[in-house]
């Protein structure tokens, strides 16, 4: 049997871009592949112009609550995608490592998050094809 794929995206606050990067992979990976957000420096709750951008698709990211990224969860995971948050990630050999240069809608209103939105959605649609193709 094959293993499910796991990601893991990496934002500095964890409530933002890796929010919705996790909440979209998640939509559309139907069970098939295992989902992981976390951030360097979590915030306290959830972006609420991200939360805005992502209900108007449906999508409720409200109940989310920002994680620390740990050892544990890049070692658990096969891909790691870092959205700004540097060299604080760790570093393991084996794992692949992508990094998506995303404005950060921290502070930003839903205009402004809107089109953070759409291009993690294009990124995430290309990773599901990716790892299910």
Request: proline letters at 6%.
């Amino acid at each position: 049997m094959l293993k499910t794929p796991e990601v893991l995206f990496v934002c500095v606050h964890n409530a933002g871009r890796s929010q919705m990067a996790a909440a979209l992979l998640q939509h559309y990976g139907m069970g098939r592949i295992a989902v992981r957000s976390a951030g360097s420096a979590p915030a306290e709750k959830v972006n609420p112009a991200a939360a805005a951008a992502l209900a108007e698709w449906g999508l409720d990211i409200t109940a989310e609550v920002p994680s620390k990224l740990t050892t544990e969860d890049v070692e658990a995971s096969d891909v790691v995608i870092t959205m700004g948050c540097g060299d604080t990630c760790p570093v393991f050999p084996g794992k692949r490592y992508l990094d998506w240069q995303l404005d950060d809608p921290a502070g930003q209103g839903i205009d402004a998050v809107r089109p953070i939105r759409d291009e993690i959605d294009r990124r995430v649609r290309g990773l599901v094809a990716e790892l299910l193709g």
